[in-house]
């Protein structure tokens, strides 16, 4: 009862601080004092065991203070980070994907804006980036994450080089067929081709062929595409049936992934940073940590403190930076302020933070 009455005693003195700090515009994480003060604390210990449970209890305490502080500091802030408020994402604008048509990223384009969009491919993610962000198109669509594969580290490190932004989200649930020009049969077969993926998603199918060669392609479509025009009965191709349709080749085994859950998550990406804020309930962001210890843990601490569900973290080497990471950090939350308040309260603690997107999402 004693500890709960000094806590609450010591938090009502918070409030005083923040509505000082409010007055004057200082910040809130002053590092030094408070590095001196666990000190001075941690000095009052008896021994070495008390000494780190005293910084330990002490630390947690001036964290809850700040995270009061950034609270009501927030409700007098209006900063959200650059972002403007829209309505709706216009659905008739034009709209760039990566690939041969026929894959799975054209599949996610015709799903998320209609089957009469407007739309064409780009040989690369990079080429796609370039195109929204001088006018090209208007929208890109492209892949981040699949289910059984995991991320694509590529996408990834061009989200943090190009000012462009995230706007929503679509998942195509993956499901490879082994196509062949017609009357091919399994015998014929001596090689396979398609996208890296999709070979190691259908590993097990291939594996019982062990008499047969494989080889990366760009994309699934691209595959099939070579298919029929090579019209050679020796190589086949995993792609979609959208694909095989579209290169007139028939589908030798349907369904041969060994995960029947598979899918992929694309990215519809734009070169504003306009966002329906009434609606928001997910963001992907990208940050950088001082080499402490600690310090992740920080972070996600005060994520977890203003209710940010974190649906994925990773980790990926900074280019030209030998043993230095981003860290990509998936959010969804119920409230938007509450959002923009546990910003507020990570930005003191981290080297870099960059917004990669705001958006509504039904996955």
């Not at 929503?168 to 015998?187: A, N, Q, R």
């Not at 859950?261 to 990215?267: G, I, S, V, W």
């Not at 001082?290 to 994520?303: R, V």
Request: hydrophobic share 40%; proline share 4%.
């Amino acid at each position: 009862k004693e500890i709960i009455a000094l806590y609450e005693k010591r938090m009502e003195l918070s409030k005083q601080v923040a509505e000082y700090k409010i007055g004057t515009g200082k910040p809130v994480k002053d590092a030094a004092r408070e590095a001196s003060k666990l000190k001075a604390a941690e000095d009052l210990a008896s021994n070495d065991f008390n000494k780190k449970g005293v910084r330990e209890l002490f630390t947690q305490i001036m964290s809850a203070s700040r995270k009061l502080q950034y609270s009501l500091i927030a409700k007098n802030v209006d900063d959200n980070f650059g972002f403007k408020e829209t309505y709706c994402i216009p659905k008739d604008k034009k709209v760039v994907y990566q690939g041969e048509e026929g894959a799975y990223a054209h599949e996610a384009t015709l799903k998320y804006f209609g089957n009469d969009v407007l739309c064409y491919n780009a040989p690369t993610w990079r080429d796609a980036m370039e195109d929204i962000k001088n006018g090209k198109a208007d929208y890109a669509v492209l892949p981040i994450e699949n289910s059984t594969a995991g991320i694509v580290n590529t996408v990834y490190d061009l989200l943090v080089e190009y000012d462009n932004y995230i706007v929503d989200e679509v998942s195509v649930p993956v499901s490879h067929k082994l196509v062949g020009i017609k009357g091919t049969k399994l015998s014929d077969i001596k090689k396979v081709i398609s996208h890296p993926q999709a070979l190691m998603q259908c590993e097990r199918f291939l594996s019982s062929h062990n008499d047969w060669t494989t080889e990366a392609f760009s994309n699934t479509a691209a595959a099939a595409l070579k298919v029929s025009k090579d019209n050679d009965k020796s190589v086949a191709a995993l792609s979609s049936a959208v694909a095989a349709k579209l290169y007139g080749l028939e589908i030798l085994a349907p369904g041969i992934e060994t995960n029947k859950q598979n899918f992929t998550r694309f990215l519809v990406m734009d070169d504003s940073m306009e966002v329906p804020q009434e609606s928001i309930n997910k963001a992907l962001l990208c940050f950088t940590l001082p080499h402490k210890p600690g310090s992740l843990a920080q972070i996600l601490t005060i994520l977890s403190f203003y209710d940010m569900n974190l649906t994925r973290i990773q980790s990926l080497p900074i280019p030209g930076r030998e043993w230095q990471y981003f860290f990509y950090a998936d959010i969804k939350f119920d409230s938007y302020q509450r959002y923009l308040q546990a910003l507020q309260a990570v930005k003191p603690l981290i080297e870099d933070l960059q917004i990669l997107g705001e958006y509504t999402s039904a996955l």
